[in-house]
């Protein structure tokens, strides 16, 4: 069994800052990438950011310079600052971790449950 726990999401002003964390458990060996995803009303779901277990990271085009992923591997969480909110940001967003459960078991992608991110102009 593992849980991805996310916390941070809420209500801000346009040009405001949140941060998500969000938090992995359970019977974990090892996690790959990290990531957060998020889906606003009517449109598809995409990809925000990832990172991998070396730090290397990813952004999608419109959050380059704004939102920042890193990740703190000993405790298997993962961050999104994001700064300079817009009211596009707004979504839901979902935390995803690559993992597996046993030494040369197969990897699986793990979703949280979602948070909200509001951001009013």
Same mark, same amino acid.
């Given at each position: ?12 002003? @346009?040009?405001? /800052? ?8 359970? /019977?974990?060996?090892?996690?790959? @990438? ?33 939102? %920042?992923?890193?990740?703190?591997? @000993?405790?298997? %969480? ?17 935390? %995803?971790?690559?993992?597996?459960? +046993?030494?040369?078991?197969?990897? +699986? ?10 951001? /009013?102009?």
């Amino acid at each position: 069994q593992v849980q991805l726990v996310e916390s941070g999401g809420g209500l801000v002003q @346009a040009g405001g /800052s949140l941060r998500l964390s969000c938090a992995a458990s359970g /019977s974990i060996f090892s996690i790959n @990438a990290m990531g957060w995803h998020r889906q606003a009303p009517g449109k598809q779901r995409e990809l925000v950011a990832a990172v991998t277990s070396g730090g290397m990271s990813n952004y999608v085009d419109s959050v380059k310079g704004r939102f %920042t992923i890193s990740r703190d591997n @000993a405790k298997n %969480t993962v961050y999104l600052q994001m700064n300079g909110l817009k009211p596009e940001d707004t979504a839901v967003y979902y935390c %995803t971790a690559d993992l597996t459960q +046993r030494r040369w078991g197969p990897g +699986r992608s793990y979703w949280g449950q979602g948070t909200q991110v509001t951001v /009013s102009s």
